[in-house]
């Protein structure tokens, strides 16, 4: 049964209130007794114990990450996914090492699984004040590589499931380096969410070694299987590049960034902070070649919405507000590669 089903006894709801009174809880209290209430409804259904030693645990280390990548809330931070299997001597450790020192030398974070192999290369590559790690615990894999323990920089989960949402959740950036079932599932998700508009447009660099043809051969299978099954479309793999050099990496993830900065639904408008105002000539242009992405209307420039207004979210940023069509989402992407190329960006 669900929550809606047995509802929270109103004393219950009002002791609650009142131990987020005395806890001191003054912030997001309405979300607070939500996760109490949901507990205690759980409790009500009768919940099996595995079920909620499954919920506890998750919630447990969610919060133990949050508090791990609260401090640098502000800071860029990329993901790098690969293989724990890679040696040290393999060109993709190298690679891996390389082009995380080339984002950390920008002001990057690096976050990994934390684990051997391309885990390690990257954290070595930054350096422990560049690095923070999500590890798993495994019979195989118990301990976080010496980097990100040598700083206390990493939280160890459980469940895979709660790691690949904070591994993805922070992060402005992704590069993969080949790997096996699980450096793919992690590639995979981040195309679905990407795909789907369940994630916010990101870069995402399949980084291959130099000559190396693991990611030329996906692409290969993307367009020869997938695509003509019609299973997705033509261009959703336009979203990624395929690369074996460490520059073309890292400026395709600073790049990303040149000019747009953040988005916004407000109801049935999207809103698209920018770093420059777009000129006239400039906005007509995009409509002209994005008008198939619109459900209706045009792009147009705007101030801060009231909304926005009200929370004071990113108020000095220049705005442009369009109605999207949902069907279009997953090629929001071209939108704001055409946004990072035009000539009012910044250099």
Same mark, same amino acid.
């Given at each position: 049964?669900?929550?809606?089903?047995?509802?929270?006894?109103?004393?219950?709801?009002?002791?609650?209130?009142?131990?987020?009174?005395?806890?001191?809880?003054?912030?997001?209290?309405?979300?607070?007794?939500?996760?109490?209430?949901?507990?205690?409804?759980?409790?009500? &259904?009768?919940?099996?114990?595995?079920?909620?030693?499954?919920?506890?645990?998750? /919630?447990?280390?969610?919060?133990?990450?949050?508090?791990?990548?609260?401090?640098?809330? &502000?800071?860029?931070?990329?993901?790098?996914?690969?293989?724990?299997?890679?040696?040290?001597?393999?060109? =993709?450790?190298?690679?891996?090492?390389?082009?995380?020192?080339? =984002?950390?030398?920008?002001?990057?974070?690096?976050?990994?699984?934390?684990?051997?192999?391309?885990?390690?290369?990257?954290?070595?590559?930054?350096?422990?004040?560049?690095?923070?790690?999500?590890?798993?615990?495994?019979?195989?894999?118990?301990? @976080?590589?010496?980097?990100?323990?040598?700083?206390?920089?990493?939280?160890?989960?459980?469940?895979?499931?709660?790691?690949?949402?904070? /591994?993805?959740?922070?992060?402005?950036?992704?590069?993969?380096?080949?790997?096996?079932?699980?450096?793919?599932?992690?590639?995979?998700?981040?195309?679905?969410?990407?795909?789907?508009?369940?994630?916010? @447009?990101? @870069?995402?660099?399949?980084?291959?070694?130099?000559?190396?043809?693991?990611?030329?051969?996906?692409?290969?299978?993307?367009?020869?299987? =997938?695509?003509?099954?019609?299973?997705?479309? @033509?261009?959703?793999? &336009?979203?990624?590049?395929?690369?074996?050099?460490?520059?073309?990496?890292?400026?395709?993830?600073?790049?990303?960034?040149?000019?747009?900065?953040?988005?916004?639904?407000?109801?049935?408008?999207?809103? /698209?902070?920018?770093?420059?105002?777009?000129?006239?000539?400039?906005?007509?242009?995009?409509?002209?070649?994005?008008?198939?992405?619109?459900?209706?209307?045009?792009?147009?420039?705007?101030?801060?919405?009231?909304?926005?207004?009200?929370?004071?979210?990113?108020?000095?940023?220049?705005? /442009?507000?369009?109605? =999207?069509?949902?069907?279009?989402?997953?090629?929001?992407?071209?939108?704001?590669?055409?946004?990072?190329?035009?000539?009012?960006?910044?250099?």
């Amino acid at each position: 049964m669900s929550e809606s089903t047995i509802p929270i006894p109103p004393p219950v709801a009002e002791e609650l209130r009142a131990a987020i009174d005395t806890a001191g809880i003054a912030r997001n209290v309405d979300l607070v007794a939500r996760i109490l209430a949901t507990g205690i409804g759980l409790g009500m &259904d009768g919940t099996d114990r595995l079920d909620l030693k499954i919920t506890t645990a998750a /919630l447990t280390e969610m919060r133990a990450a949050f508090r791990l990548f609260a401090p640098y809330e &502000d800071v860029p931070k990329v993901t790098i996914f690969g293989s724990a299997r890679t040696k040290p001597d393999d060109p =993709l450790y190298r690679q891996a090492a390389d082009v995380a020192a080339a =984002l950390a030398a920008q002001g990057w974070m690096i976050v990994t699984g934390a684990g051997p192999g391309i885990m390690q290369a990257a954290a070595e590559g930054a350096g422990p004040g560049h690095s923070l790690g999500v590890s798993i615990r495994l019979p195989f894999e118990e301990k @976080p590589n010496a980097v990100v323990g040598a700083n206390a920089r990493n939280v160890a989960m459980k469940y895979f499931f709660t790691r690949k949402l904070m /591994l993805v959740k922070e992060s402005r950036g992704f590069v993969c380096v080949p790997g096996g079932f699980g450096t793919l599932d992690e590639m995979f998700e981040l195309l679905t969410l990407q795909q789907t508009g369940k994630a916010e @447009p990101t @870069p995402i660099v399949l980084l291959d070694e130099p000559g190396g043809a693991f990611w030329a051969g996906l692409g290969r299978f993307v367009n020869d299987c =997938l695509v003509p099954s019609g299973v997705i479309s @033509p261009r959703d793999f &336009d979203r990624v590049l395929v690369t074996d050099s460490v520059e073309a990496a890292a400026a395709e993830i600073t790049g990303f960034w040149r000019n747009y900065d953040s988005l916004r639904w407000v109801g049935g408008r999207l809103v /698209l902070r920018v770093k420059a105002e777009p000129t006239d000539a400039e906005v007509a242009a995009l409509n002209d070649e994005f008008g198939d992405l619109l459900a209706a209307g045009r792009i147009e420039r705007t101030g801060p919405l009231r909304v926005e207004r009200e929370d004071h979210d990113r108020l000095d940023l220049p705005r /442009l507000v369009l109605r =999207l069509n949902q069907f279009r989402v997953g090629h929001l992407h071209r939108l704001v590669r055409a946004l990072n190329a035009l000539p009012s960006a910044p250099g």
